[in-house]
């Protein structure tokens, strides 16, 4: 176990995809991380920064295979590889004493019966699952402290749960009357070569999928009731846009009428001024998914049309930081007791 002066040692399980590498940036320049193990099935001996070459100068390690890397001696282990490989091999890593971080959907869902309806596969440790967290830092703060395995959220729930938490914890708005309408660049289906993904068919276009039912709806929904203390619901469509990263979400809610008179800004500000990683922006507020690219920020902005009864939330982050690593990385500050800014204080990258 890492003390407070030793380096965290740091496994990551799937070091080639979108996520691992970005979680090996966001890591090879943490003060208290120390990279141990890097796995990858296919490139297994091939040097990270060959690959990588961002990495070059910055990570002297080569992919190993998973059944060979040295995850038991590590601290923590990043999971950053599809759903159902981080529930296969937690149970043995925290037995070693080795903290999980699962980037992946198998620690995100606690009904284990929906989670088996959208991710086609039973879970492999319900016990496991139960004692889990899910690593919301902004929501979980203390309980992901103490955490063994925390689940790592998904990258339209974190846009929508935080857009949505002062309204819900308040109670001020009508719950079966929401929509969540997300746009997520392309590096959000991952390093694959799904046709969707080529070149060729996602530039210079823009489409709708899943619209009849996507598999973040139920995580969305599970965290929602949490937060409201009843059953939610509401429509959420994902896009995918032209672009490597940036995601932007844009909530649509109803007002209830004893609501209408809450000043809304100043809700959101005080509800999020201690947290450095949300920017609850003027209100009227254009957020642009360009303006937190490649940092951990995620930024709310308000509007108020005609000052009706609808409330419009616009959510911008960056789908592979706050989205996946960055968030995981803050989640393993706050599990080794570090501030929570450590390793993430990026400035945004323009143009
Ligand atoms: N892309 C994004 O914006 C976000 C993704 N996520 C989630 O994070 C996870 C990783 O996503 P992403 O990086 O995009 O995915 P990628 O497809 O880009 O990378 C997957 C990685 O996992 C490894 N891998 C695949 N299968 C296995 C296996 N059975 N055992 C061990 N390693 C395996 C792959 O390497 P190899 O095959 O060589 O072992 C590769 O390194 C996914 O669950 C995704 O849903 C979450 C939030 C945002
Ligand atoms: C553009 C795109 O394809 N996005 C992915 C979400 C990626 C992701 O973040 O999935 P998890 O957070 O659940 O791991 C999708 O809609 O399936």
Redesign the pocket.
């Known amino acids: 176990m890492a003390s407070s002066s030793a380096p965290i040692k740091v496994g990551i399980v799937g070091g080639t995809g979108y996520t691992g590498v970005e979680l090996l940036r966001l890591l090879s320049a943490h003060p208290n991380a120390k990279l141990h193990a890097i796995t990858s099935r296919k490139e297994e001996g091939m040097p990270v920064a060959d690959m990588f070459p961002n990495l070059r100068g910055h990570v002297d390690l080569a992919f190993s295979a998973p059944e060979n890397a040295a995850l038991s001696e590590c601290d923590v282990v990043f999971f950053a590889t599809p ?1 159902g490989v981080a529930m296969g091999q937690a149970r043995a890593l925290i037995e070693a004493g080795v903290k999980v971080i699962d ?3 198998d620690f995100r869902l606690q009904d284990t019966a929906v989670f088996e309806k959208w991710y086609k596969m039973a879970h492999a440790c319900p016990d496991v699952l139960k004692d889990s967290v899910y690593g919301l830092v902004e929501l979980n703060r203390e309980k992901v402290a103490g955490a063994q395995v925390i689940g790592n ?5 974190t846009t929508v749960i935080l857009g949505l938490t002062p309204l819900l914890e308040k109670g001020l708005v009508k719950l079966d009357n929401i929509i969540a309408d997300c746009k ?3 590096s ?3 390093r694959k070569t799904e046709v969707g993904s080529l070149f060729s068919e996602a530039s210079d276009n823009f489409k709708a ?2 619209v009849s039912g ?3 709806h139920p ?1 969305i929904v599970e965290q929602l009731g949490k937060i409201a203390g009843q059953p939610v619901d509401l429509t959420f469509v ?1 896009h ?1 846009v032209p672009m490597i990263r940036g995601m932007l979400s844009t909530i649509y809610v109803k007002i209830k009428p004893e609501a209408l008179d809450t000043d809304f800004q100043a809700l959101y500000e005080q509800r999020y001024q201690n947290e450095a990683f949300i920017d609850v922006m003027p209100a009227g507020s254009l957020p642009e998914t360009r303006s937190v690219r490649a940092s951990n920020q995620l930024r709310i902005a308000l509007h108020r049309p005609g000052n009706g009864d609808t409330l419009i939330v616009v959510v911008v982050q960056d ?1 592979l930081v706050k ?2 690593a960055g968030q995981a990385v803050q989640n393993m500050n706050v599990l080794f007791g570090l501030a929570e800014q450590t390793g993430l204080n990026q400035v945004a990258i323009l143009p």
């Open positions: 759903h980037l992946a959907a959220p998904g990258c339209y729930p997520s660049g392309v959000g289906a991952g999928y899943a996507h598999r973040h995580e994902p995918l789908n989205g996946a």
